[in-house]
């Protein structure tokens, strides 16, 4: 792949990606965990100390097995030194082996700190005790989240053995049930609200509405440069996988683009086109790159008009121009009807 396509590609911002660059902000954890965890357990915490572990670990810890994030957390007036873990997967939809995930996290978790417990002089397996480690499962689907929360259920049942299976329970943060007003904001962490409202919007047709709320209560924050790094991780979230958006994009874009002060920030149009750009590169010829464009094109009509004629596919899959191509793309954006896309066509 040329260095083109590499940093076109690089822009992409999946939903795992918007999770663990927002989820692994330090002033965001420590507020997170203030609203999943229990308030006596908080209460124990050191959160001032907290360590958020990176993902690609150099030790054994996952080696094989990677979790979207863990966060590592002093307890107070621990004379052991003993840590609390809480290790956070994200989902967008329903997956039913979440939890069997979860467990290998926590397993690998507690081999390591008993390895590293191990080599300190003094080790007394009789009083050894393993670190609190919690399960969390953060869901933001269309519906809500139905796989199991706890491991004893994906086991087989037999009379009278329940109680010998796990047990272990998962923290569910499911934001696809809770109201718009029940997400939880915290004064002093504003992030905290602006991306759970992002997570739990992103699939719905008032996004652009929501973005325009959530930039409104982050541009007041805007020149301090953390704050303008999440406005463009929202926004190019928001472009990879908020389809509804593609409707608002024109009314949305002039705000975020004010709000991190980057005039040159590419728009919604410029970034589709650079993805099938990409695209045509990695395919090794032209028609790859048509094939992209054509698709943004579809995609764009699709969502603003619901039913695309099939003549106007047809129509594009004859052309071969790039630059008139990628010049439909605009329109298709702007367009007020098929029927001005259509005689554009002919």
Same mark, same amino acid.
């Given at each position: ?12 911002? +999946?939903?795992?990606?918007? *999770? ?34 990176? =993902? ?15 966060? %590592? ?10 840590? *609390? ?37 003094? *080790? ?24 199991? +929360? ?6 087989? %049942? ?73 406005? =463009? ?19 949305? *874009? ?51 008009? %619901? ?40």
């Amino acid at each position: 792949m040329s260095e083109r396509a590499k940093s076109t590609k690089s822009l992409k911002v +999946t939903h795992d990606t918007f *999770f663990i660059e927002t989820f692994q902000m330090e002033r965001f954890a420590k507020s997170f965990l203030k609203v999943v965890l229990p308030k006596k357990t908080v209460r124990l915490l050191d959160l001032e100390a907290i360590t958020i572990i990176p =993902r690609h670990v150099t030790n054994d810890l996952f080696k094989g097995k990677i979790a979207d994030v863990i966060y %590592r957390v002093p307890i107070r007036k621990s004379k052991q030194h003993i840590d *609390f873990f809480a290790v956070l997967e994200h989902k967008s939809q329903s997956d039913f082996l979440t939890i069997f995930q979860l467990w290998s996290y926590v397993q690998r978790i507690c081999e390591q700190n008993l390895r590293e417990a191990k080599v300190v002089e003094g *080790f007394n397996p009789r009083t050894y005790r393993l670190p609190p480690v919690i399960p969390v499962i953060i869901h933001h689907g269309t519906s809500a989240f139905t796989g199991k +929360t706890q491991l004893s259920e994906l086991f087989v %049942r037999l009379p009278e053995i329940e109680k010998y299976l796990p047990t272990m329970e998962a923290v569910l943060f499911d934001l696809s049930r809770l109201d718009d007003s029940e997400i939880p904001s915290d004064p002093d962490v504003p992030e905290l609200k602006a991306v759970l409202t992002i997570l739990k919007a992103v699939f719905r047709r008032d996004y652009g509405t929501k973005l325009q709320e959530i930039i409104e209560l982050l541009k007041p924050l805007s020149e301090v440069p953390e704050y303008r790094r999440l406005i =463009r991780l929202i926004w190019l979230y928001s472009v990879y996988n908020a389809k509804f958006l593609k409707r608002d994009y024109e009314l949305v *874009f002039p705000a975020v683009q004010e709000a991190t002060g980057d005039k040159d920030m590419k728009t919604m149009v410029e970034i589709w086109m650079a993805e099938g750009e990409a695209k045509g590169i990695a395919e090794g010829e032209v028609r790859g790159e048509l094939k992209g464009q054509i698709e943004a094109i579809l995609a764009i009509l699709g969502d603003k008009f %619901r039913k695309v004629p099939a003549s106007i596919g047809e129509s594009l899959n004859k052309r071969t121009d790039l630059t008139a191509m990628k010049s439909l793309v605009v329109l298709a954006a702007t367009c007020k009807s098929l029927d001005e896309f259509a005689k554009a066509l002919k």
